[in-house]
């Protein structure tokens, strides 16, 4: 008799098995379907810790950042591109399956002008024959200034037309404000030239680790910095 309510108390005292990883994200994906996204991503982390190689999980998490951050929701979930990124790329070494629903998945539309995306589908900032492609499928962007994040933006449309955004800081009173100018560039290997009307021209270059370098416009890499503030 005792030994029979030894093994009852025992067994009343032993916590509840954790959740497995497939039944949280089935969870995750119920409230994703539902629209509650905050909700999803939490059981998708949850999924993803109980099971670091549950490559599904990751891709949700993934998924689910990029619902968020097009509905702006970037600072208050980290929805950072380069996060999306991570964990994509950890879905897809898990599992290379992954990559292929990524190419139809609008969730993920957030980080196709990224180098990180470009990667994925094999092109790499090391082999100059690549950097044309690289130019014109990336959005390129300086590095933050403060409350305004990044203040300038390249992208090259085609092979011919560069588009320079500016966020133009000025005073108290009129703190900033944009503007944007359209030229044209010209390639060579891994270095080039930027026209815009009015200014004398600007040369550059793509480095080996996918990172531009222009003459007074500095640097810009393929995020914008953001939440720093």
């Known amino acids: 008799m005792h030994r029979l309510l030894l093994l009852l108390a025992l067994t009343l005292a032993a916590p509840a098995p954790a959740q497995s990883a497939r039944a949280l994200n089935s969870e995750g994906f119920r409230l994703y379907q539902a629209g509650k996204y905050p909700e999803a991503l939490e059981k998708f982390e949850a999924s993803a810790q109980a099971d670091p190689k549950f490559a599904l999980a990751h891709y949700n998490v993934a998924a689910t950042l990029g619902v968020l951050r097009k509905k702006g929701q970037i600072c208050p979930y980290s929805a ?32 196709r002008d990224t180098l990180g995306w470009q990667k994925l ?41 560069v588009v320079l955004w500016r966020r133009v800081i000025e005073d108290d009173a009129n703190p900033s404000r944009t503007e944007e100018v359209t030229g044209s560039y010209t390639l060579k290997g891994r270095s080039f030239t930027l026209s815009f009307p009015g ?3 600007l040369r550059g ?19 914008p910095s953001e939440c720093e503030a």
């Not at 190419?103 to 957030?110: G, Q």
């Not at 270059?205 to 995020?223: H, P, Y």
Request: charged share 35%; glycine share 8%; aromatic share 6%.
């Open 121 to 161: 589908l094999g092109l790499s900032p090391e082999k100059q024959a690549h950097v044309p492609e690289l130019l014109r499928r990336v959005s390129w962007f300086s590095p933050g200034e403060g409350v305004y994040g990044s203040t300038r933006r390249l992208t090259f449309p085609d092979g011919k037309r």
């Open 199 to 201: 200014r004398k021209l």
């Open 80 to 111: 950072h591109r380069a996060t999306i990124l991570e964990r994509l790329n950890t879905a897809v070494r898990l599992d290379s399956r992954r990559l292929a629903r990524a190419r139809e998945d609008a969730d993920l539309d957030p980080i």
């Open 205 to 223: 270059k793509m480095t080996l680790r996918g990172v531009l370098e222009v003459e007074e416009l500095g640097t810009f890499l393929d995020s």
